[in-house]
């Protein structure tokens, strides 16, 4: 009887415990996400203060805005299943092969989801399109066709899925497939039944997030799509920016919302069927060197699509910041003489580093109180649907975020706009679901008796959380850490309406220089965006270090 009342109790203070860690997550999200939204789309759909709700129909009822509705859910679903076919071969060498050089291709492979999306298009464009790579060598172009906008989505999220999924992989025990193979399975048979099921729930937030980023795609689509093809994150810009008609605007952002809210609720409910405790060992432990042809193969199959898919237009790039002699167009950028920015555009380096550290540690802090609170798989719909809220910034327009900044703190008593600490909340408002859905799959696989244990010892939830879940969740959170900085050095959908033009960000002045006609000033982006690759693959080499230094005990 005793042992029953200690097990309740135990199980109320988890419980206070759980609402106390959501109390930080939900005011962040409320104050800088769910307010300036609701900002903007007040500003749009009301007027002389009566709601317009009848627009939602006559927007829906223009064909041209169904075509774009069928064209961003249908291009997402085909982006995510491509991505997801090339990348999962990849997640599998990099969790269970141990290569010279792995480190240093985790990097590379990371940096192509820094890149402003505007430069990554023109360098598809410049393979792809009139005169490119394809044309010159055997006269096939793929500009204006979806096979364009699709094949860049893979080079974007080709590190989503391989971090997401390759962090969980490289942490289940490989014996429990071992022993299924000794048991009289096939290969094939003991990786679906044995380590397929346990991927399930990696598998699905990696397919989450590719999917939400490619639903709202904005750059790939203007710069390949070109006229035939407009996502909702494209017509909302358009909508926005150049015509000025910001009840459209919001009617589509509403359609984003209903969108991504039905797609957030499968998943919740997937995956919560899906999850089981798993037996997770050293990551440090379970890769090896290839063996046998097949392996080998495997290997150079997967180097070979890393090659073509993410280092070619890579090296198209930086190819083309050393088109001028002298290195004139590096030169060019400690010079602030004829650029739109009041400093040299060299300076968003080091603003962009700034505004990196800032957003990573909001996003480490607020997602890691997040997915500690979702730990349970038992949890009530309250908990459920914060599960959802925390993914929304990656399903709402970049622009209505932005906008909303502007709008919404720019008054007592949330004044903001005039600080340096706007732009990181926006960077972090991006950075969070990755840190989330990146260590919620291994706090979940922790096996729940070993902290009712020590609940039930007397532990508080703080040590509960300390002496269980850390050791188990560091290298996760590592991981999370590196895609926040990631995320946060590449931003640019909000960045570029609330970086004041005395401290632009790398991905801002990039954009800005492309739009500005004249050689010098493409010659400076492509500048830019190569130290922006490099900056990144550094700061991710380090990462990498750090984690295979002090993750090997757990």
């Known amino acids: 009887m005793d042992l029953a009342r200690t097990e309740v109790a135990a199980r109320r203070r988890g419980n206070a415990a759980r609402l106390g ?18 900002a903007i789309l007040a500003r749009g759909l009301r007027v002389d203060g009566v709601w317009r709700l009848g627009r939602l129909g006559e927007v829906l009822a223009q064909s041209d805005i169904r075509h774009v ?16 076919l090339i990348a999962l071969p990849g997640a599998y060498v990099f969790a269970r092969f141990d290569f010279p050089g792995k480190q240093v291709l985790r990097a590379v492979v990371t940096v192509p989801f820094v890149l402003p999306t505007v430069v990554v298009g023109t ?32 080079f974007f999220n080709y590190a989503v899925v391989v971090r997401t999924v390759g962090g ?3 942490q289940l025990d ?20 044995v380590t397929l099921p346990a991927l399930g729930p990696a598998v699905a937030a990696a397919a989450l997030m590719v999917f939400l980023f490619t639903f709202t795609s904005f750059g790939v689509v203007q710069i390949l799509g070109g006229p035939t093809f407009s996502t909702l994150e494209v017509e909302i810009y358009r909508q926005t920016s150049e015509i000025f008609d910001l009840s459209t605007a919001a009617v589509l952002t509403v359609v984003q919302f209903a969108a991504v809210g039905a797609v957030l609720a499968v998943h919740a409910w997937t995956v919560r069927r899906r ?9 440090s432990g379970t890769a090896r060197r290839p063996r046998g042809a097949g392996q080998w193969a495997l290997l150079a199959a997967v180097l070979a699509s890393i090659t073509a898919l993410l280092v070619l237009p890579l090296a198209v790039l930086v190819q083309r910041s050393f088109d001028a002699p002298d290195f004139a167009y590096y030169r060019a950028l400690t010079s602030g003489e004829g650029n739109v920015f009041l400093v040299p555009p060299i300076e968003a380096i080091g603003n962009s580093l700034e505004y990196a550290l800032a957003a990573t540690a909001i996003a480490v802090v607020i997602g890691g109180l997040a997915a500690a609170a979702l730990t349970r798989r038992d949890a009530g719909r309250l908990v459920r649907g914060f599960d959802a809220l925390l993914m929304l910034p990656l399903g709402v327009s970049a622009v209505t975020v932005g906008f909303g900044f502007l709008i919404a703190l720019d008054e007592p008593p949330l004044n903001l706009r005039a600080t340096w600490i706007l732009v990181p909340l926006a ?22 008796r070993l902290r009712e244990a020590a609940s039930v010892l007397g532990a508080s939830p703080w040590r509960v959380w300390r002496e269980v879940d850390l050791p188990m969740v560091r290298r996760a959170l590592l991981v999370a850490a590196g895609f926040a900085f990631a995320v946060s050095l590449g931003e640019f959908g909000a960045t570029v309406f609330i970086a004041r033009p005395d401290n632009p960000t790398l991905p801002v002045a990039v954009a800005k220089l492309l739009g500005r006609a004249g050689e010098l000033n493409y010659g400076q982006a492509m500048a830019l965006s190569t130290i922006l690759m490099l900056v990144c693959a550094v700061a991710l080499l380090v990462l990498e270090r750090l984690r295979t230094d002090r993750t090997g005990e757990f």
């Open 69 to 84: 509705l069928w064209f961003t859910t249908w291009q997402a679903l085909a982006s995510t299943a491509l991505t997801l």
């Open 174 to 193: 490989p014996r429990q497939e071992e022993a299924a193979r000794l048991l009289g399975a096939s290969r094939m048979r003991a990786w679906r039944t």
């Open 427 to 448: 960077q972090a408002l991006v950075g969070v679901p990755f840190v989330v859905r990146t260590m919620l799959p291994v706090l979940r696989a922790v096996d729940g």
């Open 21 to 38: 860690l959501m109390a930080l997550p939900v005011a962040f999200f409320g104050l800088f996400f769910a307010y300036p939204v609701a």
């Open 275 to 283: 999850e089981t405790a798993l037996r997770l060992v050293d990551a």
């Open 123 to 154: 360098a598809f464009l410049a393979l792809v399109g009139r005169g490119g790579l394809l044309d010159a060598l055997w006269g096939v172009r793929l500009d204006t066709t979806v096979w364009a906008v699709l094949l860049a989505h893979v």
């Open 168 to 170: 969980l992989w490289a």
